[in-house]
């Protein structure tokens, strides 16, 4: 359910969660790819594990995230509730050369099969041998 209007106390909540460039950036890889995995983020914007982790708790803490447990993984997606509030923002950001970076730079790891969920499904295809 989408949050068709929203309190003061819920807008501040937004807009300090996404009060820091980090989490800018988190987000707007989160709103382009729908899910990601910590380790993938890292890996796409050069942030040690600590730093990724603790934006991503702020965020999630906000209300602003859902997070799902794969094995050792864990991964995020933004809650369908503000995806409206989100979508507008990035549509006014849409020509950021940091964000068109960031993502620029998730394409060629998700091309190279370097991501989390890549490792996943071999994983789990190496369990079920194809005809089984």
């Known amino acids: 359910m989408k949050l068709k209007h929203f309190n003061l106390s819920i ?3 937004i807009m300090k969660a996404l ?6 950036r988190i987000m707007h890889l ?8 910590i ?3 890292e890996l796409v914007l050069d942030y040690t594990q600590t730093k990724t982790s603790r934006h991503l708790i702020y965020m ?14 864990s991964f995020y997606s933004i809650k369908e509730e503000i995806s409206g509030i989100i979508e507008t923002i990035f549509n006014y950001m849409e020509k950021d050369t940091t964000l068109i970076e960031d993502q ?5 790891l998700f091309s190279n099969r370097e991501l989390a969920i890549n490792k996943i499904e071999r994983r789990r295809m ?3 041998p194809i005809g089984d």
């Open 104 to 108: 620029t730079t998730y394409n060629t």
């Open 19 to 24: 009060g820091e460039e980090s989490r800018i």
């Open 30 to 37: 989160l709103y382009e790819n729908e899910e990601m995995c």
């Open 11 to 13: 807008g501040t909540q």
């Open 60 to 73: 999630k803490n906000a209300g602003l995230l859902n997070v799902r447990k794969v094995d050792q993984w």
């Open 126 to 128: 190496s369990h079920y």
């Open 39 to 41: 380790s993938d983020i």
